[in-house]
């Protein structure tokens, strides 16, 4: 059995930063790819970006150049280093993992973007 259990999210005023972290632990197909989505109230999921294990990255185009996502490959770790954080960042971001026909969600954390 696989859990995701992120953490790192809160309120922030706009402009400011945050840094999100998912933990993967269990049977991990060493290929795989590692993400986070977001969805905010009244709205559909969508992605923010991934990583696969050879830190290949995608990004969504409302945060290329203010999100950075990383992976720590040794422990099964995903980070999402957001920054010049605008209200429309507000959601529940969700970490992902991925690999054949594998498919796991983490819980969501709360990222509030507000003054």
């Known amino acids: 059995q696989v ?3 992120e953490s790192g999210g809160g309120l922030v005023q706009p402009g400011g930063s945050l840094r999100l972290s998912c933990a993967a632990s269990g049977s991990i197909f060493s290929i795989n790819t590692m993400g986070w989505f977001r969805q905010a109230p009244g709205k559909q999921r969508e992605l923010v970006a991934t990583i696969t294990n050879f830190r290949r990255t995608n990004y969504a185009d409302s945060v ?3 999100f950075t996502i990383s992976r720590d490959n040794a422990q099964n770790t995903v980070y999402l280093q957001m920054s010049n954080l605008k209200p429309e960042d507000t959601a529940v971001y969700f970490c992902r993992l991925t690999f054949g ?3 796991y969600w983490g819980q969501g954390t709360q990222v509030t973007v507000s003054s």
């Open 3 to 5: 859990q995701l259990v």
């Open 64 to 66: 290329k150049g203010r």
């Open 101 to 103: 026909s594998y498919d």
